[in-house]
């Protein structure tokens, strides 16, 4: 039968080796304007089985690397990265946001994502840590909050080799099988993914306040991202503008990174542009077999808006819509807010092009330098 347990203090998960323990969770985002969240609890599920572990993130995050052989110790580790067991103190809740999908604005949220919590590291690292599939939340417009394990091991695999390629990435620290069917298609089994972000505030969320909150909300999310990402922009004479100059830029090195690999990210919806940066949802994504800036990855992307050579001016276009949330924060004369934002972001191609010629530069020169290290030539340096 479901079940949930949550103990008094910490929870701690015993190996011969090592131990792991979660440690408190931090709840900052409660910072922000409350009508951006729902408290909600992760649903338990039947039978929770481990399937991947992220050792090296769990190190990274000052979590015990373990070496899990006894069967009780990794039934421990599936009850807690399941949701059918939630850390002492946490206070689990789903985030609500808008976003322009294929072009369309809508309102949306978290369907099936959990934020447990905000996981502070010995470095001093604030990551969100939540769980996809882990059960219908106040935004899951009819749908089943679950997700399959198909999907889910593909994000934990695409996320990963994302970041080994040294690409701003959310990170997988878990997967876990629920012992439950979703229906798709057809039935396929179920399970929940661990992510680990630098944070989930979106474009989404800022479009969200801007159009159904008011402008003290939208004051507080503003000042609440920049003390989270961005905090050499506190004392900046116009902070709204100034975080989206610092967006962009983000986001321009962002998407280069995706050019240079190949990466076609298949739903640039804004709700799937973070503002700290970071690739996230991995849904419909691949990368290049073959060069054709028109390839699309997305089976609903009739009309090709997300296909490779696309993703620049998505990029932009995603930008103006964070401008448009923002204008009431960046001057109180509409008029000239929008001419602020905009001579700003009609600088974006020029900024753009820097940075990809530069990332051109940068892939030419190392792979003439291990040519070079191979014998194949010698090289005068500096050339």
Same mark, same amino acid.
């Given at each position: 039968?479901?079940? +949930?347990?949550?103990?008094?203090?910490?929870?701690?998960?015993?190996?011969?080796?090592?131990?792991?323990s979660?440690?408190?969770?931090?709840?900052?985002l409660?910072?922000?304007?409350?009508? $951006?969240?729902?408290?909600?609890?992760?649903q =338990?599920?039947?039978?929770?089985?481990?399937?991947?572990?992220?050792?090296?993130?769990?190190r990274?995050?000052?979590?015990?690397?373990?070496?899990?052989?006894?069967?009780?110790?990794?039934?421990?580790?599936? *009850?807690?990265?399941?949701?059918?067991q939630?850390?002492?103190?946490?206070?689990?809740? /789903? !985030?609500?946001?808008?976003?322009?999908?294929?072009?369309?604005?809508?309102?949306?949220?978290?369907?099936r994502? &959990?934020?447990?919590?905000?996981?502070?590291?010995?470095?001093?690292?604030?990551v969100?840590? !939540?769980?996809?599939?882990?059960?219908?939340?106040?935004?899951?417009?009819?749908?089943d909050?679950?997700?399959?394990?198909?999907?889910?091991?593909?994000?934990?695999?695409?996320?990963?080799?994302?970041?080994?390629?040294?690409?701003?990435?959310?990170? @997988?620290?878990?997967?876990v099988e629920?012992?439950?069917? *979703?229906? +798709?298609?057809?039935?396929?089994?179920?399970?929940?993914?661990?992510?680990?972000?630098?944070?989930?505030?979106?474009?989404?969320?800022?479009q969200?306040?801007?159009?159904?909150?008011? *402008?003290?909300?939208?004051?507080?999310?503003?000042?609440y991202t920049?003390e989270?990402?961005?905090?050499?922009?506190?004392?900046?004479s116009?902070?709204?503008?100034? $975080?989206?100059?610092?967006?962009?830029e983000?986001q321009?090195?962002?998407?280069?990174?995706?050019?240079? *690999? #190949?990466f076609?990210?298949?739903?640039?919806?804004?709700?799937?542009?973070?503002?700290?940066?970071?690739?996230?949802?991995?849904?419909?994504?691949?990368? $290049?077999?073959?060069?054709?800036?028109?390839?699309?990855?997305?089976? &609903?992307?009739? !009309?090709?808006?997300?296909?490779?050579?696309? !993703? =620049? #001016?998505? /990029?932009?276009?995603?930008?103006a819509?964070?401008?448009?949330?923002? $204008?009431?924060?960046?001057?109180?004369?509409?008029?000239?807010?929008?001419?602020?934002?905009?001579?700003?972001?009609?600088?974006?191609?020029?900024?753009?092009? /820097?940075a990809?010629?530069?990332?051109?530069?940068?892939?030419m020169? @190392?792979?003439?330098?291990?040519?070079?290290?191979?014998?194949?030539?010698?090289?005068?340096?500096?050339?």
């Open positions: 039968m479901p079940y +949930r347990t949550q103990s008094d203090s910490q929870v701690y998960v015993y190996s011969r080796k090592a131990s792991i979660w440690f408190p969770l931090g709840h900052k409660s910072a922000a304007p409350h009508r $951006l969240y729902s408290r909600q609890d992760p =338990p599920v039947h039978a929770p089985k481990l399937r991947l572990w992220n050792s090296a993130l769990a990274t995050l000052d979590l015990a690397a373990v070496d899990f052989q006894r069967e009780e110790e990794l039934e421990q580790l599936a *009850v807690l990265f399941s949701g059918n939630v850390p002492s103190g946490a206070r689990p809740l /789903a !985030q609500a946001y808008a976003g322009h999908q294929f072009g369309n604005f809508t309102k949306l949220g978290d369907g994502a &959990i934020l447990i919590g905000e996981h502070l590291t010995a470095a001093g690292k604030r969100d840590i !939540q769980l996809k599939g882990a059960g219908i939340t106040p935004y899951s417009r009819g749908g909050g679950r997700a399959t394990r198909k999907a889910m091991l593909r994000e934990y695999l695409i996320s990963e080799a994302m970041h080994a390629l040294g690409i701003p990435s959310s990170r @997988s620290l878990a997967v629920t012992g439950e069917q *979703v229906w +798709r298609q057809e039935k396929e089994s179920g399970a929940i993914l661990t992510r680990v972000m630098s944070s989930h505030l979106r474009v989404g969320t800022f969200y306040a801007r159009h159904f909150l008011d *402008v003290s909300a939208l004051q507080a999310l503003l000042t920049i989270r990402h961005y905090p050499e922009l506190r004392d900046v116009n902070p709204a503008l100034a $975080l989206l100059e610092a967006v962009m983000r321009i090195q962002l998407v280069v990174h995706w050019l240079r *690999v #190949g076609i990210h298949g739903v640039m919806n804004t709700d799937n542009m973070s503002i700290c940066g970071e690739t996230f949802d991995y849904g419909p994504c691949a990368f $290049l077999n073959t060069y054709d800036p028109a390839t699309v990855f997305s089976s &609903i992307d009739s !009309q090709g808006r997300y296909a490779f050579g696309n !993703q =620049p #001016g998505i /990029a932009q276009w995603n930008l819509a964070l401008a448009g949330a923002l $204008l009431p924060l960046v001057a109180t004369d509409e008029k000239q807010a929008t001419e602020l934002c905009t001579a700003l972001l009609n600088d974006f191609p020029r900024r753009f092009t /820097a990809q010629w530069e990332m051109y530069a940068h892939k020169v @190392s792979q003439a330098l291990k040519k070079r290290d191979k014998g194949f030539f010698k090289i005068s340096w500096p050339f």
